[in-house]
């Protein structure tokens, strides 16, 4: 019993240690185009130790979404039991949480947005910004910058515009007719 007493406060430090060293963590939004008109944004989190809950709003300038356009995909945000999106001006506010410990170590991922850029190009002139509203108590979660994407190769010319509608009428239909005005737009956008 008295050893036990006497390692009582090494273990408490070991625990509080533990605890301490995953106090901050820096969100970034990552885009990965997937077509001219489209692109993913993936929150990455260098550090998701500890991270039980958070509560972020992403919005994009020149960029549209949905609450269907938002995925649980990612290392963690895939455990969470609650997960809530609502849509706000510009973008979507995401809540999650999950149990005491339920966030798993390392760097991860919180989860995906589609965007749709409102000129047909995902690439040219669009932002977006993560705004940490909460975040589980004692982490400190820092948005980064988002990196501009390349500007697209696609829709400046009127043979992308035939091009795009081609593949909306198929066989096989590769493209929507929401695509199809995009790059029309984009098309007219270079005039």
Do not use: H
Not at 57 to 69: A, C, K, Q, W
């Amino acid at each position: 019993m008295r050893k036990i007493k006497s390692l009582m406060p090494i273990i408490l430090l070991s625990i509080l240690l533990i605890a301490g060293t995953a106090s901050a963590a820096t969100l970034t939004p990552v885009g990965t185009r997937t077509t001219d008109s489209t692109m993913n944004v993936v929150l990455s989190v260098d550090d998701v130790t500890g991270i039980d809950a958070f509560d972020i709003t992403v919005t994009g300038t020149g960029l549209t979404t949905t609450t269907s356009d938002v995925s649980k995909t990612g290392s963690i945000a895939a455990n969470w039991f609650l997960y809530n999106v609502s849509a706000v001006t510009g973008g979507v506010r995401i809540l999650a949480a999950g149990g005491t410990g339920s966030g798993s170590t390392g760097a991860g991922n919180l989860g995906t947005i589609t965007f749709t850029a409102t000129d047909g190009c995902a690439g040219d002139t669009e932002t977006v910004t993560v705004t940490v509203n909460s975040v589980t108590t004692g982490i400190t979660l820092t948005p980064a910058a988002f990196t501009p994407l390349d500007p697209c190769t696609g829709c400046s010319v009127w043979d992308d515009v035939i091009a795009k509608y081609n593949a909306y009428i198929g066989p096989p239909v590769t493209a929507t007719w929401a695509q199809v005005i995009a790059c029309y737009t984009a098309y007219v956008g270079t005039r």
